[in-house]
């Protein structure tokens, strides 16, 4: 196995220890969030998918605003509670125009780099980027657009060969159902 492949293997384990912490809404997810983004960069820089690895850089940082958000949020809602927000629709509207232009902007960018996936990668990484800042505001409705773009991922990652990371958003994408319903059930609504 070449040393691609064991960044990979170790991003799909550390990739399922987060969603499992994200279900359960537990605030290591953030730093094994870092350790992911990091180690999937590499993985997605070598297959010249550029919106991937740029995605996973803001994975990284955006995992420390994520940790401090939930440890305040966490505080306010009770320990052990998943805590939630309401979406606003300014909010919902804004990630949608961020979404459609995003992705238009990016796709062209992407072609100047010559990116192997153009729109699949744009779409990945755009929907995923809206996703996560949804996360970190603790709207259960992230998990709707992960399963989403985790299921594009896994086609983009088997049209380029990236089997261990195709299999590990398939993963994703069943634990993303699960922690909808999950979250539906056991959250509970906190001030904005």
């Given at each position: 196995?070449?040393?691609?492949?064991?960044?990979e293997?170790?991003?799909?384990v550390?990739?399922?220890?987060?969603?499992?912490?994200?279900?359960?809404?537990k605030?290591?997810m953030?730093?094994?969030?870092i350790l992911?983004?990091?180690?999937?960069?590499?993985?997605?820089?070598?297959q010249?998918?550029?919106?991937?690895?740029g995605?996973?850089?803001?994975?990284?940082?955006?995992?420390?605003?994520g940790?401090?958000?939930?440890?305040?949020?966490?505080?306010?809602?009770?320990?052990?509670?998943?805590?939630?927000r309401?979406?606003?629709?300014?909010?919902?509207?804004?990630?949608?125009?961020?979404?459609?232009?995003?992705?238009?902007?990016?796709?062209?960018?992407?072609?100047?780099l010559?990116?192997?996936?153009?729109?699949?990668?744009?779409?990945?990484a755009?929907?995923?980027?809206?996703?996560?800042?949804w996360?970190?505001l603790?709207?259960?409705?992230?998990?709707?657009?992960?399963?989403?773009?985790?299921?594009?991922?896994?086609?983009?990652?088997?049209?380029?060969?990236?089997y261990?990371?195709?299999?590990?958003?398939l993963?994703?994408?069943?634990?993303?159902?699960?922690?909808?319903?999950?979250?539906?059930?056991?959250?509970?609504?906190?001030?904005?």
């Amino acid at each position: 196995m070449n040393w691609i492949g064991a960044i990979e293997i170790f991003a799909m384990v550390t990739g399922v220890a987060y969603v499992v912490l994200e279900i359960f809404q537990k605030n290591a997810m953030w730093v094994i969030g870092i350790l992911t983004g990091i180690a999937c960069a590499f993985s997605f820089a070598h297959q010249q998918l550029w919106a991937s690895m740029g995605l996973n850089i803001y994975y990284v940082v955006v995992s420390v605003i994520g940790l401090v958000r939930w440890k305040r949020d966490g505080a306010e809602a009770g320990a052990g509670v998943i805590h939630l927000r309401k979406p606003s629709a300014k909010g919902l509207w804004t990630s949608l125009a961020v979404f459609v232009l995003g992705s238009a902007v990016l796709v062209f960018v992407l072609q100047l780099l010559h990116d192997q996936e153009t729109a699949l990668d744009a779409i990945v990484a755009v929907a995923s980027a809206v996703a996560t800042w949804w996360l970190t505001l603790s709207w259960k409705e992230q998990w709707l657009v992960w399963i989403a773009a985790d299921l594009v991922s896994v086609v983009l990652c088997v049209k380029v060969g990236m089997y261990w990371m195709g299999a590990m958003y398939l993963v994703y994408a069943g634990s993303a159902v699960y922690g909808y319903f999950h979250w539906k059930r056991f959250g509970r609504e906190i001030s904005v």
